[in-house]
């Protein structure tokens, strides 16, 4: 059975005739810590106070359900890219089993998904940057963190690896730091400002875990779900890690114990030392926590650890975007430049252009300084683009199962619950979808999305009419026969 995948198949050779690899520069402690900051984004630190206005305690369960929902994607893309270490990402297995047109689409909408998540972050690092420098113009700290992450991102991958590791490292830090505090908090029985003293029982004691109603309940998962963007990336570290077959298992396993840990018990903790009611939207619960706790510099700590936070997925967001463009032209669906390595191993040339569409960040930052309004939609376009990237994952999955189940009977990392749990998430995803048309906001967000989608089917038109497009085309075919005929040779066996 041919197992090659198509940028496998058709990459650029190097001048000594092997082909253009990435170098597998990734620890286990790297990879379990860019899987835990893939978890905690700004999303957590700043968006979970409107999550909390809008649901009440019942907040706890919108988080748990993404999580446990989102557990099952990354169970399923383990299993895939451990069927072939060939694939370096989901974007290769999509292509493999689905055909080229999954891996294109794929790849590109989740470069259009870091891309516009880490204009979202850049505007966030600027305004975080505004709490030390007032009258500091907003554009001049987004240019220069893009600066700051390209150097990053150009010296080698295992820089990538360190930035990532410290960069989560501090946010694991705060978030195990409030929780400690808020237990203290309710050991001494302390008293928020509005008269209600810190207890567990202030979760149910004012109208109950869902005092919103149903809608309150499901207006949270609009919000919450961004939080959960950038929980795939380990997915897209296959390529670099020491060891996959051992650490990305341990990475995608741990992420029920980090879902509980750090978005769970953080809520349950906030809510329990200040009464839901009493928590603002529109500022960060963490920094009203620690403000609450007489630690007078709660405020400058919190927003440096809010600044690290953006700045680490807007890191990530590059490291990403670079290595889609990397698979992309090995597939001869984006310029054979961007697949050029530099002597650290790493793509400079596809570095330096999701760079260029960075800078929209700055450029957008000195056209209007007050655009909050755009962060919430840009924010809401990202989370809707990573919902179809995880749709690609599980709809691969399924075709995975039917069309080579002699790989998934070996595979020693299986996903649970296997395809049934497959449509129960699409069904999920399905909800979600629904869940942002309730609110104009995410509305909006979401009719500009299809745009998008327009855009690339009149691009991939004109593509797949090229000779190497046509060659991928046929290999996908011939590999879809060949597994028919290993499947039914093996049901004549039995």
Known sequence: ????????????????????????????????????????????????????????????????????????????????????????????????????????????????????????????????????????????????????????????????????????????????????????????????????????????????????????????????VFAFVGLELIGTTAAEAKDPEKNLPKAINSIPIRIMLFYVVALIMIMTVTPWREVTAEASPFVAMFSLAGIGIAAGVINFVVLTSATSSANSGLYSTSRM??????????????????????????????????????????????IIAVFTVVTTMSAVLFIFVWTIILVSYIVFRKRRPALHAASKFKMPGGVYMCYVVLAFFAFLVWALTQKTDTLQALLVTPVWFIGLGIVWAVIRRRPEQVAHHELHRANVQTDRDARRAQVSVD
């Not at 992450?149 to 730091?177: D, H, M, P, Y």
């Not at 004012?206 to 149903?214: I, L, Q, R, S, V």
């Open 1 to 224: 059975m041919s197992m090659k995948t198509p940028s496998v198949a058709t990459s650029p050779r190097t001048s000594s005739g092997q082909q253009p690899h990435l170098a597998r520069s990734l620890s286990n402690r790297h990879i379990q810590l860019i899987a835990i900051g893939g978890a905690i984004g700004t999303g957590l630190f700043m968006g979970s106070g409107k999550t909390i206005a809008l649901a009440g305690p019942s907040v706890i369960f919108v988080y748990m359900i993404i999580g446990f929902m989102l557990f099952f994607v990354m169970r399923a893309m383990g299993e895939l890219l451990l069927s072939n270490l060939e694939y370096k990402t989901f974007s290769d297995f999509a292509g493999d089993l689905l055909g080229p047109w999954a891996g294109f689409f794929t790849s590109w909408t989740y470069w259009l998904c870091w891309i516009v998540t880490g204009i979202a972050e850049l505007i966030a690092i600027a305004l975080y940057t505004s709490f030390w420098w007032p009258d500091l113009p907003l554009w001049i700290p987004a240019l220069a963190a893009v600066g700051l992450l390209l150097g990053l991102n150009l010296t080698s991958v295992r820089a990538f690896g360190e930035t990532e590791f410290w960069f989560a490292l501090i946010k694991i830090v705060a978030i195990v730091t409030l929780i400690v505090v808020g237990l203290v908090m309710v050991i001494t029985h302390f008293k928020s400002p509005g008269g209600a003293p810190a207890s567990f029982s202030n979760l149910w004691n004012d109208g109950g875990m869902f005092p919103t109603g149903p809608m309150g309940f499901i207006a949270g998962f609009q919000i919450a």
């Open 325 to 370: 463009m990397f698979g992309l032209a090995g597939e001869g669906t984006a310029p054979g430049r961007f697949q050029r390595l530099s002597r650290h191993r790493v793509p400079a040339n596809a570095l330096l252009f999701s760079c260029t569409f960075l800078l929209v960040s700055a450029v957008l930052l000195y056209a209007n300084p007050s």
